[in-house]
């Protein structure tokens, strides 16, 4: 019989033994410091695929794949937990199951892998000695009280997380003093900050729509802004904090609130960004500091950005269909900049975009994308600076928007690579909305400054510069309209107003200066309303100064009209003996003359100032040779040819051919001349010895020939071979391939 005082101990001790089970069911200390008296197991299994050791010092070394597992019945899944102080994670493990490292309250720091891709929900709760925590960027996913009770100071969550549950996230983090959310996050949720005594102040992002109760209870911080984002605030979301002044926007749920509950209420119309790792995605901000982001970002409501001065480096960004983005430069020196480190475009917009200021810079690699691209919506340019390397500084592709160019730079800067295809201005075949230039500068240095192939659009031109160093400054468009009036300054080295055969240029406006040239497919009518604005007598004044490829004259309803001087070829055939002559330059003279030959090639001459000269007598073969220069567009045509002994002679008219300039040699037109001119020779010769196209244009086919002998071959690959050489090895003035065959 057991007596009444030893039933009493055993129940006493019952009792204890299961109010102890009992706290473990919801505080897992009292396992934790059970398990710390086990130390006979030092490695074991934490997942399905993952596996861990401790040491005697008290590293947690986990290795494997997949899945740490959650905490279970009372238990983390590492024996001798209460022993752990650091934490390795290594390579291969992708989550962190709940409770996992739940009140292991001696760890001190913990390393994760760049597989981690999620943590679970109270992860490294009450891991009170735990003071820092790097979250790498390929997490995506933070369960609720991940972070509460750690002794962490600061955290930066990155941009990477787009499931984000801020429910009691950091709450009772009484060392925090800063945090940074990623701009994924929609609500702040209940007890977020609570308790956190030493946080200074909380970027809430634009992105938040909601704050709920308690959210920053017990802060010591005195101000909070609140982004108009926000549509619901809890009535209780400050209480017990020390906030006593709201910074917001007018009319917003942060100032009704601010109103109802008796604080103080600030306009602010812009907030200080000073994240390095990525830009914001809404909301008015001015930059403080360089950033350099690494992935793309999508903006989707309202942005605008004050570079300030600083650099961003990114690979682009997007703004998508509801978006509204605004950039700026408040820097008084102007070096605000945008660099595009990416294959792809810098900007590519499909809604509205303004550009006030800032320097914007495309990729200056290999591609085929553009600095500013429009796929859709509007674009306003006030001034900046754009610049596309290896593609246009701005390429328009909507279908119904407006772009209003008033100001800033845009530069297509291809001679590095030697693109002819690449324009300050692209208007793509898909672009069919409306063009407005009246200030600003467009400028090219190899391609035209504005170009195109649109199935429709209107271009109006009031002003502005725009200029090509090699080519058209407006190449006008076979489809759609080109308006002009008041100032224009369209200049390029083969002509500032290229027009198509049966086009003209609509005048719809008083024309108050005008620097400008023409050159035209065809005679015909150049202007369309010039005489509404400007009388016969003052424009004929004007005549001698306008630059053009014809003869420029005013017709009975007062507009433009050229007259382009055709251009006359002659054949010759006597016996076997055929002679050929063709002349497409501004001003030229050619003369054949053949006697008795059995064979006359002649090259044709394209450059503006030409004087071709042949001669045989009792040869078998005979080749014309040809000497190139090159004047100013708006000479007056004469051809001549002069045959004799013809048998036959056929007069035929052709188009003028736009005027050719080339450099000998340099075939490739990359301003050197290497072995890459040679090898484009000698494949250019295999080619027509099979009788194939060998594809050089005529500006080629001049600097090919450098011996000047009428024919392309392997002598001519030779002479630029042997040139090359000279050039690598000389150490006097270096001559010109010109100067090098003459002394050779």
């Known amino acids: 019989m057991i007596s009444k005082r030893i039933f009493s101990t055993m129940l006493s001790a019952l009792v204890i033994t299961c109010s102890i089970s009992n706290y473990n069911t919801y505080e897992k200390t009292g396992t934790l410091a059970a398990e710390a008296e086990d130390t006979s197991v030092n490695?074991?299994?934490?997942?399905?695929?993952?596996?861990?050791?401790?040491?005697?010092?008290?590293?947690?070394?986990?290795?494997?794949?997949?899945?740490?597992?959650?905490?279970?019945?009372?238990?983390?899944?590492?024996?001798?937990?209460?022993?752990?102080?650091?934490?390795?994670?290594?390579?291969?493990?992708?989550?962190?199951?709940?409770?996992?490292?739940?009140?292991?309250?001696?760890i001190q720091s913990i390393e994760l892998p760049e597989s981690l891709t999620s943590i679970?929900?109270?992860?490294?709760?009450?891991?009170?000695?735990?003071?820092?925590?790097?979250?790498?960027?390929?997490?995506?996913?933070?369960?609720?009280?991940?972070?509460?009770?750690?002794?962490?100071?600061?955290?930066?969550?990155?941009?990477?997380?787009?499931?984000?549950?801020?429910?009691?996230?950091?709450?009772?983090c009484k060392k925090l003093e800063s945090v940074v959310l990623p701009q994924s996050v929609t609500v702040i949720y209940s007890n977020a900050f609570n308790d956190c005594v030493?946080?200074?102040?909380?970027?809430?992002?634009?992105?938040?729509?909601?704050?709920?109760?308690?959210?920053?209870?017990?802060?010591?911080?005195?101000?909070?802004?609140?982004?108009?984002?926000v549509t619901m605030i809890n009535g209780n979301a400050l209480r017990g904090s020390k906030?006593?002044?709201?910074?917001?926007?007018?009319?917003?749920?942060?100032?009704?609130?601010?109103?109802?509950?008796?604080?103080?209420?600030?306009?602010?119309?812009?907030?200080?960004?000073?994240?390095?790792?990525?830009?914001?995605?809404?909301?008015?901000?001015?930059?403080?500091?360089?950033?350099?982001?690494?992935?793309?970002?999508?903006?989707?409501?309202?942005?605008?950005?004050?570079?300030?001065?600083?650099?961003?480096?990114?690979?682009?960004?997007?703004?998508?269909?509801?978006?509204?983005?605004?950039?700026?430069?408040?820097?008084?020196?102007?070096?605000?900049?945008?660099?595009?480190?990416?294959?792809?475009?810098?900007?590519?917009?499909?809604?509205?975009?303004?550009?006030?200021g800032g320097n914007f810079y495309g990729y200056d690699k290999k591609t085929v994308c553009a600095t500013v691209r429009i796929n859709d919506g509007s674009f306003d340019y006030y001034g900046g600076e754009i610049i596309g390397y290896y593609s246009h500084a701005l390429s328009l592709r909507t279908k119904d928007g407006?772009?209003?160019?008033?100001?800033?730079?845009?530069?297509?800067?291809?001679?590095?690579?030697?693109?002819?295809?690449?324009?300050?201005?692209?208007?793509?075949?898909?672009?069919?909305?409306t063009l407005?230039?009246?200030?600003?500068?467009?400028?090219?240095?190899?391609?035209?400054?504005?170009?195109?192939?649109?199935?429709?659009?209107?271009?109006?031109?009031?002003?502005?510069?725009?200029?090509?160093?090699?080519?058209?400054?407006?190449?006008?468009?076979?489809?759609?309209?080109?308006?002009?009036?008041?100032?224009?300054?369209?200049?390029?080295?083969?002509?500032?107003?290229?027009v198509p055969n049966g086009k003209s240029v609509n005048i719809t406006g008083a024309i108050t200066g005008a620097d400008v040239s023409v050159y035209a497919e065809a005679s015909g009518i150049l202007t369309n309303g010039l005489g509404k604005y400007i009388s016969d007598s003052t424009l004929k004044r004007y005549l001698p100064y306008i630059k053009s490829n014809g003869t420029i004259s005013v017709n009975d309803d007062g507009e433009l009209i050229i007259d382009v001087p055709a251009v006359t070829s002659t054949?010759?055939?006597?016996?076997?003996?055929?002679?050929?002559?063709?002349?497409?330059?501004?001003?030229?003279?050619?003369?054949?003359?053949?006697?008795?030959?059995?064979?006359?090639?002649?090259?044709?001459?394209?450059?503006?100032?030409?004087?071709?000269?042949?001669?045989?007598?009792n040869n078998t073969n005979s080749t014309t040779k040809n000497t190139s220069t090159t004047t100013a567009i708006g000479s007056t045509t004469t051809a001549t040819s002069t045959i004799t002994n013809t048998a036959q002679s056929t007069t035929t008219t052709t188009a003028p051919v736009k005027?050719?300039?080339?450099?000998?040699?340099?075939?490739?037109?990359?301003?050197?001349?290497?072995?890459?001119?040679?090898?484009?020779?000698?494949?250019?010769?295999?080619?027509?010895?099979?009788?194939?196209?060998g594809g050089y244009d005529e500006e080629q086919k001049l600097a090919a020939d450098v011996n000047h002998d009428g024919l392309i071959n392997a002598v001519d690959a030779s002479n630029i071979l042997s040139y090359y050489a000279y050039v690598s090895t000389t150490k006097e003035d270096i001559m010109s391939m010109e100067e090098y065959m003459k002394k050779n």
């Open 43 to 106: 490695t074991g299994t934490c997942g399905d695929s993952a596996t861990y050791s401790l040491d005697d010092a008290g590293n947690l070394t986990i290795s494997g794949n997949g899945a740490i597992s959650d905490y279970v019945d009372g238990k983390t899944p590492f024996a001798n937990s209460a022993l752990i102080k650091k934490v390795i994670i290594e390579e291969g493990i992708t989550h962190i199951g709940n409770y996992a490292f739940s009140s292991c309250h001696d």
């Open 198 to 229: 030493m946080l200074k102040e909380v970027d809430i992002p634009d992105s938040v729509t909601a704050i709920q109760n308690d959210a920053f209870s017990g802060t010591m911080f005195t101000s909070l802004f609140i982004p108009s984002g």
């Open 402 to 433: 407006i772009i209003n160019i008033m100001g800033g730079r845009l530069k297509a800067s291809s001679a590095e690579n030697g693109k002819t295809n690449v324009y300050s201005v692209w208007l793509a075949d898909t672009f069919a909305g």
């Open 571 to 617: 054949t010759s055939v006597s016996g076997s003996a055929t002679s050929t002559t063709t002349t497409t330059s501004l001003t030229s003279t050619n003369t054949t003359t053949t006697t008795n030959s059995t064979t006359t090639t002649t090259k044709e001459t394209t450059a503006t100032t030409t004087t071709n000269t042949t001669s045989t007598s």
């Open 659 to 693: 005027p050719v300039t080339y450099t000998l040699g340099d075939v490739n037109n990359d301003k050197q001349i290497n072995a890459v001119d040679a090898s484009s020779v000698l494949a250019y010769y295999a080619m027509i010895s099979t009788n194939q196209d």
């Open 243 to 356: 906030i006593d002044t709201i910074y917001g926007f007018k009319d917003s749920a942060a100032e009704t609130f601010a109103k109802k509950n008796g604080l103080d209420f600030i306009e602010s119309e812009e907030r200080a960004w000073k994240r390095t790792d990525i830009l914001p995605v809404a909301g008015v901000y001015k930059l403080e500091c360089d950033v350099d982001v690494k992935s793309y970002i999508t903006i989707s409501g309202m942005l605008d950005l004050d570079l300030n001065g600083h650099t961003v480096k990114i690979p682009e960004i997007i703004c998508n269909s509801t978006s509204n983005v605004i950039i700026r430069d408040s820097d008084q020196q102007k070096k605000g900049t945008i660099i595009c480190t990416a294959d792809s475009n810098l900007i590519t917009s499909y809604n509205k975009l303004t550009i006030y």
């Open 436 to 498: 407005n230039i009246s200030d600003g500068e467009m400028h090219s240095d190899i391609g035209a400054a504005v170009s195109g192939s649109p199935s429709d659009c209107i271009v109006n031109i009031s002003g502005g510069k725009i200029i090509s160093d090699k080519d058209y400054g407006l190449k006008c468009l076979k489809n759609g309209t080109v308006n002009l009036s008041g100032n224009i300054c369209i200049k390029g080295d083969k002509g500032g107003i290229y």
């Open 120 to 172: 679970g929900e109270y992860v490294f709760e009450n891991c009170t000695s735990l003071t820092s925590i790097i979250i790498p960027d390929s997490v995506t996913s933070i369960g609720q009280y991940a972070f509460s009770g750690t002794a962490v100071k600061s955290v930066v969550i990155p941009e990477s997380v787009v499931t984000l549950d801020t429910n009691s996230l950091f709450m009772g």
